[in-house]
């Protein structure tokens, strides 16, 4: 089955810098990459999603990156505010909602 | 925007008793909807696939007699655990996928439960 690795475990950033996470992915059949925003105490929130079509998406600040060749895809999120920080989870999915998690990693924004 | 509802959002109960977890698709109909539990600083695991009209389906090592999963209506499945123990506390998810999208989920904002 499906397996998602996801790095780093934590991350700290100072306000305005950038931050970046990765995830790779095992199957080639995955085709639906979503990410999603937990904070403490509350469900997980989709932030943005790529299907296996595109290369990149972007909303704003956060923007997703994806290499099928290598099977890894990236989140970056730019101008980090106090308020990005939470746990961030990258997923993985063949397209019929059998979706694989990733470890997850802890954003930390320091003002 | 779909909007999936869990109820209640936390709950403390007495180790040998059975709770109730509701979870609800507010805007849309969901014919599947799922459950995942969740650890403390761990990611989520899928417990098991709620189907409208049948049977759940379990992923493996879930016991179902332990943790009873109906969905009755296009709106609703509810995940019961039975004879709780302390083991069983964790925070519980569910999620539905929005119309027209059958690989997104969207998550409900959870269900903590505490069993003493």
């Known amino acids: 089955g499906e397996n998602v690795e996801q790095h780093p475990s934590t991350l700290s950033v100072q306000e305005g810098d950038s931050a970046v996470i990765k995830c790779t992915y095992s199957?080639?059949?995955?085709?639906?990459f979503p990410w999603y925003k937990q904070e403490l105490g509350k469900g997980p929130q989709l932030i943005i999603d790529?299907?296996?079509?595109?290369g990149e998406k972007k909303d704003q600040r956060i923007a997703v990156t994806l290499n099928k060749t290598a099977k890894h895809f990236s989140l970056h999120i730019t101008e980090t505010q106090p308020e990005d920080s939470a746990v961030y989870f990258c997923?993985?999915?063949?397209?019929?909602?059998?979706?694989?998690f990733g470890a997850g990693t802890r954003l930390t924004v320091k003002p | 925007g779909a909007v999936v509802s869990q109820h209640p959002s936390r709950v403390i109960c007495k180790s040998g008793t059975s709770v109730k977890i509701e979870c609800r698709s507010l805007?849309?109909?969901?014919?599947?909807m799922f459950w995942y539990r969740q650890f403390p600083k761990k990611s989520l695991m899928l417990m098991a696939t709620?189907?409208?009209?049948?049977?759940?389906?379990?992923e493996q090592g879930v016991e179902k007699d332990k943790f009873l999963i109906n969905h009755a209506s296009l709106t609703l499945s509810t995940l019961t655990v039975t004879s709780a123990h302390p083991e069983d506390s964790s925070f519980y998810i569910c999620?539905?996928?929005?119309?027209?999208?059958?690989?997104?989920?969207?998550f409900g904002p959870g269900t903590r439960l505490t069993v003493l």
């Open positions: 999620s539905a996928p929005p119309p027209g999208l059958t690989d997104t989920q969207y």
């Open positions: 199957d080639s059949a995955s085709n639906y």
């Open positions: 790529i299907r296996s079509n595109v």
């Open positions: 997923a993985a999915s063949i397209g019929n909602n059998d979706m694989r």
């Open positions: 805007d849309f109909q969901a014919t599947t």
């Open positions: 709620s189907n409208e009209g049948s049977k759940a389906t379990y």
